[in-house]
């Protein structure tokens, strides 16, 4: 199974599970914070997971490639959802379903970047449901958020029996679907620096709105003619999110033009080795990243540009 | 025999022409045939109460999960199936093993049976990843599945054999030991003089392509509810598939019960294109299990099921082919080499073959034709029908040839194609299959001029100047429509069984009221629309409103035999059955309405709904004062006729010839052909292989048209179809035959932003030889744009020197030909 | 077992389910409302769409018990008796459909568009309804259908009002 591909963990699906509905578990839907974490302790031998919106945990559930035996559903806690500015930082409850957070006006405002990667994920029906913290705890490699959180050097805020924790983007995504979450964890906000421009996701599917072969998460922030702040992140080209600090490096003081760029997105490409899959070869995802990179970065610095 | 003596000439014309139905003249005014009138099946599926398979499960039914090899190919070694049987809500659990025992093999039209046998359960031996080798029965679907994984399956994997021409070499791996190869079939057949054509050819235009599998992928999955009467030892079933009622003897005997003894009831599909055609394995391992339980089980396929153990991928050919042309465009000859990858059995044969040489010239006067087939077996999930059955690969194939000629020969796409178009009709190619009407020119120059052609001729130049890859594709292809059974025997010399009987039947009903009930035996509804066909047809003959007419559908056990859809073939067969039984119950209405009238038959005629003397038309009955009189008033006519008014038509194909001894000549078994051109415009990226529409025109010609809105509708999505096996889908099996795509996540299904809307455009050539001249045409838009889109991504690649000869043409495959280009520099 | 309070087309329903059944099986075998159908089981073809407290879901990857204190809405409830909502008889005045299968879970998703947008663009609905896989018809004639009923829905509120 390729890592860093999104998809792979359900192409086992064919391997003699024949099932598309759920395997049997226990649930509860708390109405504390505290009763959740005092629950998945409790539970944990039985691999207790938080629910969140279910639109990925279900799916896995539906193919029998994840068995929990005990969902603790975060539906009826109070004060997970949410979206509000604190000075610099944009905080949006785990909870927050996408929907909301892709309707927001304080998000276009504060990290317009969310916005646009949000209006990338799947399907409105699917957004409705999905959560900002279950997409970013169920960490698939080709996902948008995690590659939004990671551009923007959020944080990620964690609470679990000994209290609560602040996790860097850069340190929350582990491996292909793996997280620093401790088994007794739950996410329940993130917090993201206020970067109100320049920004631009874009990404490369098959299908509409199918999941991203590769994606690009670009932020620019410039000081007259010269790119004083350079940010980006990729998915789809590794077991996580990744940053690309040479890229980023390179475009530093520079005025962003094509030339610039493209440098930039050749330094980028040259420090991946993402693994193929029958959608695309190794090849063809270094080629599709180099291509996104230069289309995001230069759509990025054009928005930068213009807000001056 | 290098030509055809003139006494041989004369006497295959003379042949040909008495073999032809009688030319029927089709009338200018028709009332309903024609009309877009909202379909009479609508309203139930609009509120939700379609009544599909899944909706008719009772309280109490069982639900049956099947257990499916993660090995592509392995031998079984043993069962361990005690948790399983303990576990809760569990009624019965079967092996491969102990089915092979209950079930004789699968209804199977293969080449040798026998030799390449076909379970509902693997027995012995697993052919394929996904392939059943037990099922569970319990109390609900989420209990089988627990009860499922608590089986344990010995297994001893056996190197698996998956690229189709490595299965052809010696000393690999056997899918069917006893049939000591894995070629299923191969022959050679030449049509016309093949080495003369090609020693006289100017240019001979060489090329390798590859056609992967799709499918059709309906959203609603094949599924039966099964019910066993001990007392009786029969079975009455309700499936999503019905169809050749009169080979369900084999079903019978696989279920080792009396034909009679089973009674399979049609409900309605959510979709087939196809993969429902005969799909009779879910309804076996329902039976199979109602009788082992005692109790009623449903058995649903899920998506992965369906996906991977369907029984009816599309086709997978790899084509070696030569075109012989002439240096002014003409085409002499062609000389066809396929390899076909069947998967590990071959259900139908190379049926799909014979959909393919019913139009395999296209529609040009391509003299001689030489065909070999191979028919390879490998460790995957085998092919069934997918709309065009084999016809629309080899559509793709000759239009991408005609491409290739057109381009080495510096001609453009459509003059080339008018150079070599048939005119004159009937038309017999050199297969011997007839082309019954057609007007190409007519159909091309609708397309071009609903393409706007010329436009995006100039759009191309000066998008072109901009570094934008702008192609033009072109195709003219055939829609072939009512097969004849011939196209599954006539590979051999000598058939096991050189069946003849595709018909249909419908049946109707003139009520004490005078309202008409129309019976369709096996017709079953897939999303064409028989029940509004049929009311159109009905309303056509009896002056009545469409949506008067009942439709009803009736189960194998009650009668008439009937085919079922297939090959485009409801239309024309429907239309016929209609006018026969329409027929009938007229001659009947006429005799009693004389005798009501007191007047000769001669001199009454039909007119708004009834009979009227003629000259005196205010003497006149109803078919309602008719009905009503036949029905209860025995005495108030000759004793010799009997009460009620109601007929039925067996209807047989009306144009189908047997082929000749030394099969030079295949005979006549796909007589009305449809045609089509479509004309799309794509933009290729060629950074990221991304191919998008700009747009997209499609002229059909299916002769009459019953309802052109329905057809239309047919058109765009098959269209979709086209554009999900030219660009996205694809049934992806690795090196070591593992089904990569299982899920939807993989398998690749267009939605509303890969399809654009179509510009869509009717001529319409009657058949002179169908009732109101109709063709079938359902199948038709997939048939084309697998071939349009090839060659419009071709167009636009051109300029780089890149051609794509493989499809799906997917991202990986547009890169990796432009990469190459680029190195050869 | 978890009780469940559930509205469905109007109607309060209570019931004890399995934590696992999936929203799509309650709905169809334990409340009867066969028309919401089930395409895939993994959340893509969109065949099992739903509204739930107005929004559309995907009810085969939703579970009975996340529909808690909800108000569902199904291909049911649209009709108003035998008078069909618009959305359903432009479906057959366009021959938005074939099989019918994708049919309810579309007109679902239909329903939601217009609530938000009563007055879409072709590209518009056409990016809409990409969340709904369709085998028959190609897409083209279900945008002609919630074009037609997004004008008739306009001009049956201009009247009302």
New interface residues.
Partial sequence: MAAGTRGGQ?RECALGRSP????????A?PTTLDEAIGLLAEHAGAEARV?AG??SL??M???RLAKPGY?V?L?RVAGLAGIRREGDTLVIGAMTRM?EVERSPEVAVAAPLVTEAIGLVA????R??GTVGGSLAHADPAAELPAVVLALDAKLVAAGPGGTRTIPAGEFFTGPYGTALAPEEILTEVRLPVWPGGHAFTEFSRI??NFAVVAVAALVDADGDRIRRASVALAGVGPTPVRAHSAERALLGTSGDAEAIRGAAQLAVADLSPAGDLHASAETRLTLAQVYLRRGLELAVSRARNER | MTTVDSTTGDRIAADRAASAPPVRPHSAERRWVGQ?I??V??????????G?I??R?TPGTLHAAVLRSPHPHARITGFDVAAAQAAPGVHAVITGAQAAQLCDPMPDFGPDPTRHTWRCLAAEKVRYVGEGVAVVVADSR?LAEDALELIEVGYEPLPAVVDPERALDAGVPLVHEALESNCAYERSFDFGDVDRDFAEADLVIRDRLRWHRSG?????TVGAIADYDPGTGGFVIETNTLSFTSYLFMVAAALKVPVNRLDIRPA??????GSKLFANKPAVIAAMCARATGRKVAYIE??VDNISNCDHHGSDRLYDVELAVMRDGTMRGIKIDTIDDYGAYIQFGVGHHGNALAQVTGPYTIGSVRYRVRAALTNKNQQGAYRGFGSEVNNWMLEQMVDKAARELDLDPAAIRRKNFIRQFPYYIPTGNVYDSGDYDKVLDKALELADYEHWRAEQKRLREQGRYIGIGLISAQERSVFSATEFWFWFDEPAAPVTSTPESVSLKVDTTGGITAILYSCA?????PETMVAQFVAEEFDCDPYDVAVVYHGSGDGLPATGPGGSRTTVMLAGAVEGAAGKIKAKARRAAAHLLEIDEDDLEWADGGFGVRGDPERRKTLGEIAIMLHLFKHSFPADMTSGLDESQVYDHPWTTMPSADRKDLGVFYPFMGHACHIPVVEVDIETGAVTFLHYAAVHDCGTLVNP??L???I??????GIGTALYEEFVYDTDGQLLSS???DYL?P???E?P??AIGHVETPSPYTPHGVKGGGEG?RMMAPAAINTAVNDALAPLGVRLTELPMTPERILTALRASRKKG | M?AISVTVNGRPHTAQV?????LVDFL??DLG???????????????C?VL?DG????S????A??A?GAEIS???G??DGAE?HPL?DE???K?G????????GM?M?AS?ILAGNPDPS?AEV??????N???????????EAVLGAAERMRAEKETAS
Avoid at chain 2, 42 to 50: E, I, S
Avoid at chain 2, 216 to 220: F, K, R
Avoid at chain 2, 525 to 529: A, D, E, K, R, V
Avoid at chain 3, 33 to 47: D, K, Q, S
Wanted: with cysteine; net charge neutral.
């Fill in positions: 359900h598309l509905k759920p395997p049997p578990f226990d649930y839907a629910l279910g639109q279900i799916p559930m539906n193919f969902l559903d539906r929907a399907h409105v029906p699917v409705n449901s509409h709105a | 877009s909202r379909r099946e609508d309203p139930k599926f609009l509120r939700g109460r379609g599909y899944a909706d499960i989420y059709g992928q309906p959203l609603e309605p599909a959510g979709g087939s294109f899920d998506r509804f897939w999303g064409n629309s809105r329905s239309a509708g047919h765009v999505g098959g269209t979709a179809q899920s939807y996540l299904i939605t509303a932003m399809v809307e179509l838009g | 978890t399995e934590p696992r059944r999936l169809r075998e409302l066969v028309g919401t159908h089930i395409g895939c089981e993994h959340g893509v073809c969109g065949t769409t739930l929004r559309s879901i995907r085969c990857i939703t579970l018990v996340q808690d199904t291909v049911e649209l009709a069909l359903q479906f057959s005045e021959q459909l074939q099989c019918g299968y994708c049919t309810p007109l998703r939601e072709p056409r990016e809409a309804i990409a969340s896989l369709c085998r028959c018809t190609g897409y083209q004639f279900i945008v």
